[in-house]
């Protein structure tokens, strides 16, 4: 930051103006993954984006408001499950190539890490969390499942790759964390294909097959 | 808190007193999981710890120090790994019914919550936990894994039971949030069970079976 920072809006950018909304909203999520969503203020947040504390309460009324405006996945949920069962069997194979290389470009690293130190830090930060991930992810992927049980599949499905990155990307446990892209594809795939095809070796009556 | 707290330590306490230390490092974790690393300083730490700042340095020199001391697993690894290998084919069910047992308990889950929040908010103290999770879990149950790649598979054992914990009991997504054991002990068991085993399906060296 090479220029004084006022602490009260430059004149003349009235509370409708279209570049302001966005504005604020980037200006919510650097704080939020600095911070945490406790410690920003909606005074913080002005002094941030340059813009009255008026002009913030004009947008967002309330900071669960900002919060639930500010997150938005840094990825398109499209890509992950596009044309995901041209090729029965590979599913889970093809998920895990897929959510690799969203998680290694740095940018996209970056903001899905300060999206999980949001989710951690905070009940309301959580459940807007829990909103996003269930209306962006979830569901899209929940709609590509046959079988019973479809939500519940992508919902575990989803814990896997939650936990894959949590380990290798951001806590960074060896040996997940440098392992070769082929045997996480091979052993984390092959669980996915479980979930995604209604597990084989279970029937799907809630018995265990021997 | 009932009484005022003093900003330095009630006299008399020497630096030495066998109850200074552990009692330090209690006020610590309090901060760290409240507030985060980052924001906690050792002036802060030693109001709340109600001791001389001096005091605080003369057990930790540095709070990387403090860190690596104040963070222990609220949970005994050996009550998650003992006889394991008793049952063959059920380690992975067996796993995941002792997982959800422990996040049940209302304290467990907070403290792991708090040491979670402390992995994600801080690249130091992602350091600390690694090695902590390395030594005190994957190290235990890699030992008890038969085959190949050992400390590999027990890494993606903690991948999925880290994504299991970060969903249902921290993000609380649904439906895994409120699915019952059951439905999880027998989907995800039967996925760790294939990372304990090494692998049904698939051959040992690195290429798919059909």
Redesign the interface.
Known sequence: MTRPMPTTAPPGRPPGTTSTRPHILAAARELFAER?YE?TTIRSLAARARVDPATVMHHFPTKEDLLGHALELPIDPAVLVRDLGREPGTEGETLVRRVLALWEDPDTRLQL?AL??I???HETA?AA??GL??REL?GPLAERLDGPDA???A??V???????A???F???????AT?DH??LV???G??LQ??ITA????SHD?T?AP
């Open positions: 945490g410690q890490t999980l130190r989710a951690v830090s959580a969390i829990r991930f269930t979830l939500q519940m599949r919902g575990l989803a814990t896997q790759i939650a936990g894959l949590l380990l290798r951001i806590i960074r446990v060896e040996p997940v392992a082929d045997i091979q052993h984390v092959a669980n479980r979930y597990g084989d070796g279970h809630g265990q």
